[in-house]
């Protein structure tokens, strides 16, 4: 038996956290950011970070196919999704957790350049880093 913080702390063994102000530097220096927030819909109402996508925790694999980039590449839908694994992706929740065993998840999946953002939204706040309601 394990508990949800142990299968957390396994998950972060394996795969990159990237702290909220390299998230801030990445969201600053590209066009066309890809931002997954794994939060439940109701916590993305309330506020979210500018240009994110939400798909939450749960169905997240799922959803992936259905994500803006993959669907204006005009490509079959495992060649986009394809192309969107190789692409820089940050992964973002409450605390940091959700994003984590989010990011194992998709490493699984074959992305390659997937991180989960340490501390998630409750660290973006504090910063008193820029939020949309």
């Not at 240009?51 to 495992?78: F, I, K, T, W």
């Not at 192309?83 to 959700?98: F, H, Q, T």
């Not at 989010?102 to 989960?116: K, N, P």
Request: charged share 15%; proline share 5%; net charge negative.
């Amino acid at each position: 038996m394990k508990t949800a913080q142990q299968l957390v702390a396994e998950a972060k063994a394996v795969i990159e956290e990237v702290s909220i102000e390299q998230l801030a530097g990445y969201l600053q220096q590209t066009t066309e950011p890809l931002l997954i927030d794994v939060r439940e819909p109701a916590e993305f109402s309330q506020s979210h970070i500018k240009h994110a996508v939400n798909y939450p925790r749960g169905v997240l694999e799922m959803q992936l196919a259905s994500h803006p980039l993959v669907a204006a590449s005009g490509c079959a839908p495992d060649m986009a999704l394809a192309a969107l694994a190789a692409k820089p992706l940050y992964l973002i929740c409450r605390s940091g957790a959700r994003s984590a065993l989010a990011a194992e998840s998709l490493q699984r999946m074959g992305f390659t350049q997937v991180y989960s953002v340490a501390g998630g939204m409750q660290a973006w706040i504090d910063a008193g880093l820029a939020v949309q309601q």
